[in-house]
Nanobody, 123 residues
Framework: QVQLVASGGGLVQAGGSLRVSCAAS????????MGWYRQAPGRDREFVAA????????SYTDSVKGRFAISRDNAKNTVYLQMNSLKPEDTAVYYC????????????????WGQGAQVTVSS
């Protein structure tokens, strides 16, 4: 029932910007903390950013802080990740998920990650 479809990936030069989107169905993003994760080739999936349902507070992993911004549009039931000043090390498949926060860390709610959105940053 729950589907989270990431889109908007692509190829961009270092220093450029890109926005990926996550369209949700089967859940209401305004009632859930939502997060973005990414997985680079040969690397484990890592947490990138999260936004809380009520206050809209955001959290970011240190490597993207100041460059990325997570946001949501409740009317569209969509969460976004605006990525600026992109670096080659940002190259990864980006996934979205509902998340739970515990002791300053976030954990994904659903086991199914889907295909994600491929983001490739050239040097």
């Amino acid at each position: 029932q729950v589907q989270l479809v990431a889109s908007g990936g692509g190829l961009v030069q270092a220093g450029g910007s890109l926005r990926v989107s996550c369209a949700a169905s089967g859940l209401t993003i305004s009632s859930n903390a939502m997060g973005w994760y990414r997985q680079a080739p040969g690397r484990d999936r890592e947490f990138v950013a999260a936004i809380t349902p009520s206050s809209g507070s955001t959290s970011y992993t240190d490597s993207v802080k100041g460059r990325f911004a997570i946001s949501r549009d409740n009317a569209k039931n969509t969460v976004y990740l605006q990525m600026n000043s992109l670096k080659p090390e940002d190259t990864a498949v980006y996934y979205c998920n509902a998340v739970w926060g515990y002791s300053g860390r976030y954990y994904p709610t659903y086991d199914y990650w889907g295909q994600g959105a491929q983001v490739t940053v050239s040097s």
